[in-house]
Nanobody, 117 residues
Protein backbone atom coordinates (compact mmCIF):
# COMPACT_ATOMS: atom_id res chain seq x y z
CA UNK A 1 0.00 0.00 0.00
CA UNK A 2 1.38 3.36 -1.09
CA UNK A 3 1.33 5.81 1.77
CA UNK A 4 2.88 9.12 2.83
CA UNK A 5 2.73 10.09 6.49
CA UNK A 6 3.60 13.58 7.68
CA UNK A 7 4.63 14.56 11.17
CA UNK A 8 6.23 17.45 12.99
CA UNK A 9 3.49 20.05 12.83
CA UNK A 10 2.37 22.00 15.84
CA UNK A 11 2.06 25.37 17.48
CA UNK A 12 5.05 27.69 17.42
CA UNK A 13 5.61 31.36 18.16
CA UNK A 14 6.58 33.80 15.41
CA UNK A 15 10.29 33.55 14.74
CA UNK A 16 10.37 29.93 15.82
CA UNK A 17 11.27 26.77 13.92
CA UNK A 18 9.69 23.46 13.06
CA UNK A 19 10.81 20.49 11.03
CA UNK A 20 8.22 18.53 9.11
CA UNK A 21 8.85 14.94 8.11
CA UNK A 22 7.18 12.87 5.44
CA UNK A 23 7.87 9.15 5.39
CA UNK A 24 6.88 6.96 2.49
CA UNK A 25 5.85 3.33 2.61
CA UNK A 26 5.01 1.00 -0.21
CA UNK A 27 7.34 2.70 -2.66
CA UNK A 28 10.86 4.12 -2.89
CA UNK A 29 10.85 7.84 -2.43
CA UNK A 30 14.21 8.32 -4.09
CA UNK A 31 12.77 7.85 -7.58
CA UNK A 32 10.09 10.48 -7.17
CA UNK A 33 9.85 14.22 -7.37
CA UNK A 34 8.80 15.11 -3.85
CA UNK A 35 7.63 18.29 -2.26
CA UNK A 36 5.30 20.19 -0.01
CA UNK A 37 2.12 22.14 -0.55
CA UNK A 38 0.21 24.10 2.02
CA UNK A 39 -3.34 25.35 2.36
CA UNK A 40 -4.19 28.21 4.68
CA UNK A 41 -7.76 28.98 5.73
CA UNK A 42 -9.54 30.93 3.01
CA UNK A 43 -6.59 30.71 0.63
CA UNK A 44 -5.72 28.63 -2.38
CA UNK A 45 -3.26 25.78 -2.18
CA UNK A 46 0.33 26.97 -2.49
CA UNK A 47 3.33 25.01 -3.64
CA UNK A 48 5.98 25.53 -0.99
CA UNK A 49 8.99 23.49 -2.05
CA UNK A 50 10.07 20.50 -4.11
CA UNK A 51 13.18 18.53 -4.97
CA UNK A 52 14.08 16.74 -8.19
CA UNK A 53 15.13 13.11 -7.68
CA UNK A 54 17.75 13.11 -10.43
CA UNK A 55 19.45 16.49 -10.22
CA UNK A 56 18.69 17.37 -6.63
CA UNK A 57 17.47 20.75 -7.84
CA UNK A 58 15.21 22.42 -5.34
CA UNK A 59 12.33 24.84 -5.72
CA UNK A 60 11.02 27.28 -3.14
CA UNK A 61 8.10 29.64 -3.26
CA UNK A 62 9.17 33.27 -2.95
CA UNK A 63 7.26 33.48 0.32
CA UNK A 64 9.56 30.92 1.99
CA UNK A 65 12.91 31.43 0.28
CA UNK A 66 15.73 31.79 2.74
CA UNK A 67 13.61 30.42 5.58
CA UNK A 68 12.62 26.89 4.52
CA UNK A 69 14.90 24.05 3.45
CA UNK A 70 13.81 20.81 1.82
CA UNK A 71 15.95 17.71 2.11
CA UNK A 72 15.62 13.98 1.69
CA UNK A 73 17.07 10.90 3.35
CA UNK A 74 16.72 8.07 0.88
CA UNK A 75 17.88 5.52 3.44
CA UNK A 76 14.95 6.48 5.67
CA UNK A 77 12.61 7.00 2.73
CA UNK A 78 11.82 10.38 4.22
CA UNK A 79 11.68 13.98 3.06
CA UNK A 80 11.99 16.90 5.45
CA UNK A 81 10.97 20.52 5.45
CA UNK A 82 13.00 22.60 7.88
CA UNK A 83 11.13 25.82 8.61
CA UNK A 84 12.82 28.75 10.35
CA UNK A 85 11.85 32.34 11.14
CA UNK A 86 8.24 31.30 10.98
CA UNK A 87 5.60 33.96 10.41
CA UNK A 88 1.92 34.01 11.23
CA UNK A 89 1.21 33.79 7.50
CA UNK A 90 2.92 30.39 7.43
CA UNK A 91 -0.03 28.98 9.37
CA UNK A 92 -1.56 26.26 7.20
CA UNK A 93 -2.02 22.56 6.74
CA UNK A 94 1.11 21.22 5.08
CA UNK A 95 0.90 18.28 2.69
CA UNK A 96 3.75 16.30 1.23
CA UNK A 97 3.45 14.68 -2.18
CA UNK A 98 5.43 12.39 -4.42
CA UNK A 99 5.21 12.16 -8.21
CA UNK A 100 6.49 9.08 -9.99
CA UNK A 101 7.92 8.86 -13.48
CA UNK A 102 4.46 8.20 -14.91
CA UNK A 103 3.10 11.39 -13.39
CA UNK A 104 1.04 9.65 -10.73
CA UNK A 105 0.88 11.64 -7.51
CA UNK A 106 0.58 10.36 -3.95
CA UNK A 107 -0.41 12.67 -1.09
CA UNK A 108 0.01 12.65 2.63
CA UNK A 109 -2.84 13.37 5.02
CA UNK A 110 -1.50 16.76 6.06
CA UNK A 111 -0.08 18.21 9.25
CA UNK A 112 -1.19 21.44 10.87
CA UNK A 113 1.32 24.23 11.44
CA UNK A 114 0.12 27.14 13.55
CA UNK A 115 2.30 30.18 14.07
CA UNK A 116 0.89 32.36 16.81
CA UNK A 117 1.93 34.26 19.91
Amino acid sequence: QVQLVESGGGLVQPGGSLRLSCTASGFTLGYHTIGWFRRAPGKEREGVSSINPTTGTTYYADSVKGRFTISRDNAKNTVYLQMKSLKTEDTAVYYCYAVNSRGSTSWGQGTQVTVSS
